[in-house]
Antibody, heavy 116, light 107 residues
Framework: QVHLVESGGGLVKPGGSLRLSCAAS????????MSWIRQAPGKGLEWLSY????????HYVDSVKGRFTISRDNTKSSLFLQMNSLRAEDTAVYYC?????????WGKGTTVTVSS | EIVMTQSPGTLSVSPGERATLSCRAS??????LAWYQQKPGQAPRLLIH???TRPTGIPARFSGSGSGTEFTLTISSLQSEDFAVYYC?????????FGQGTKVEIK
């Protein structure tokens, strides 16, 4: 059974950093593009970034470009999102998902709160 | 950036009735459209991709249609578990963008 579990969320001050992780199981992780998507409280969905199977192709949405970095470790079936220079508007639930076009399987999400 | 506009914002439907949700793209996205269902406190679930293809395990009462700029998600006979928010998403161009959602509520 395909399973994604995010971790690493929490409360951080503006300007701070967090590293999110996504542990995958039940499928061959290295064969899948992977994405990060977020949802601010009471709002819609925003696709932040995706990475190809080997990591050779990466895209970021403008709102996080230069601040967030996506990475993966295929040997550990894990996806990461390094988030720097966090702002109040980055407060959201962060989801990892399989796919780089449409998102087939989603994790349950991890909550990031940016507040002083 | 392609803007996705969903209508209506809220749809009130009785169980057993048909629901029709619309999604419009600001420019042609061919058939690069997905639909997701999200229930409160849960992650979204993929219902449709390629505008009309249902992944394995998605009930046949969910169907998608359209191409270019106009798309429709139809739920043929609403079940109690279908009351949720539905999002469309284009993946023709980066960044893939979502509509603002349509809430399907019990009438």
């Amino acid at each position: 059974q395909v399973h994604l579990v995010e971790s690493g969320g929490g409360l951080v001050k503006p300007g701070g950093s967090l590293r999110l992780s996504c542990a995958a199981s039940g499928f061959t992780f290295s064969n899948y593009y992977m994405s990060w998507i977020r949802q601010a409280p009471g709002k819609g969905l925003e696709w932040l970034s995706y990475m190809s199977t080997s990591g050779s192709t990466i895209h970021y949405v403008d709102s996080v470009k230069g601040r967030f970095t996506i990475s993966r470790d295929n040997t550990k079936s894990s996806l990461f999102l390094q988030m720097n220079s966090l702002r109040a508007e980055d407060t959201a639930v962060y989801y990892c998902a399989t796919g780089g076009y449409y998102m087939e399987v989603w994790g349950k999400g991890t909550t990031v709160t940016v507040s002083s | 950036e392609i803007v996705m506009t969903q209508s209506p914002g809220t749809l009130s439907v009785s169980p057993g009735e048909r629901a029709t949700l619309s999604c419009r793209a600001s420019q042609s996205i061919t058939s690069s459209l997905a639909w997701y269902q999200q229930k409160p406190g849960q992650a979204p679930r993929l219902l449709i991709h390629g505008a009309s293809t249902r992944p394995t395990g998605i009930p046949a009462r969910f169907s998608g249609s359209g191409s270019g700029t106009e798309f429709t998600l139809t739920i043929s006979s609403l079940q109690s578990e279908d009351f949720a928010v539905y999002y469309c998403q284009q993946y023709n161009d980066w960044p893939g963008t979502f509509g603002q959602g349509t809430k399907v509520e019990i009438k």
